[in-house]
Structure formats: C-alpha cells, structure tokens
C-alpha cells in the first residue's frame, strides 16, 4: 500500500506530502510539523490507543482518515491465528486492534468519526502474513519452521490457500473500515 501511494506521489509530481514509516509510539511529535491530512493506514497495532490518538490530534489540523481492517468468521486470517494459537499451545493471541474498539476510544476522547465498512476480497501473501505473525508471536515462544509448515498445511487442507502466480496467499473476506472526522 505504501508503495502505490509512494509512486503515485512520483507520478503526480506532488510535493506536499511526508510519509512517516515509524509506529505511533515511536514518533516525536515535536519533531513533526502539523499536516492539513493525516491518514494512518493499519497503523493502530499497540496498547495504548489513546495515546496515538492525541498524537494524531498534535499532528494534524484538519481530516484526520484511518483505515483498518476487521476479521470476521469466514476471514482466512481469522482461522490461521486460530490454527496458530493451538500449535503455539496459547490460551489466546496477543491482542489484535479492530475497528469497534477504536470507535470506541474515539467516542470516550470527544470525536464522533465518520465510519464507513467496505466487505471485500482481500487475499494476504503467505510471506507476508508469516513475518507479520512472527514479529508478534515469537515472545509466545515454540516458533520453528515446523509450527510454519503445520499451518500452511492445515490451511490447504481447510482450502484457505490460494495461488496466485505460483505465490501462495490466505484467502480472506474482509471487511475494511474507514473512520474519518475533522480535527
């Protein structure tokens, strides 16, 4: 996604636009000059959601538009963090944001979004859902190639993998969300 927005920032020739690749908590707000439009997109992955939130209230002055996505039962993702919870013998899964709970955070702080829900077809690169997944379940500890292989095998066997030019991806039905309001 950064990437298409990054080229189609080339291809327009637009100049007023910063792209600041860094988690909410690790930016210093008094660094970073206010900004007409903020878009955090898949960005609200942490604990204290209140706190990146009065950090995007610091650094913009105008619309503020957050995109996230929301797992719902037939989603792929849903299943394959399912499957990973049982090969990983955890109770449950480190906490995953979704848009109710950020809605809910919004009300509390005063701000009354815009939300828009959009159902689509959204497959996830196996290698991408893998880094992902390690980045926040390794600490759970029993990670190996081995737990890797037992869920891509469960999830061909569930028909939740799909090819697409020989690449192997989740299939997913997802909803994206859209949560916007004017600062």
């Known amino acids: 996604m950064l990437r298409v927005l990054q080229s189609k920032i080339l291809k327009e020739k637009i100049s007023n636009v910063s792209i600041i690749k860094k988690k909410w ?27 990146a939130i009065g950090r995007i209230k610091r650094l913009c002055k105008g619309s503020v538009l957050i995109i996230d ?25 480190p906490y995953c944001s979704s848009y109710t ?22 497959d996830t690169q196996w290698n991408n859902y893998i880094e992902f997944r390690k980045l926040r379940y390794y600490q759970a500890g029993g990670w190996s190639s081995t737990i890797e292989k037992s869920l891509l095998n469960e999830l061909r066997r569930k028909n939740l993998i799909v090819y697409i030019n020989g690449v192997p991806h989740i299939r997913r039905n997802a909803i994206e969300v859209l949560l916007w309001w004017e600062n």
């Open 25 to 51: 908590e690790n930016i210093d707000v008094g660094r970073v000059n206010p900004h007409d439009v903020l878009l955090a997109a898949y960005s609200l992955y942490m604990i204290n959601i209140e706190e």
């Open 69 to 93: 996505s929301h797992l719902y039962e037939n989603d792929g993702l849903r299943a394959a963090d399912e499957i990973l919870r049982k090969l990983l013998n955890l109770e449950e899964l």
């Open 101 to 122: 709970l950020l809605a809910n955070v919004l009300y509390q702080l005063g701000i009354h979004p815009n939300i828009e829900i959009m159902r689509k077809r959204k």
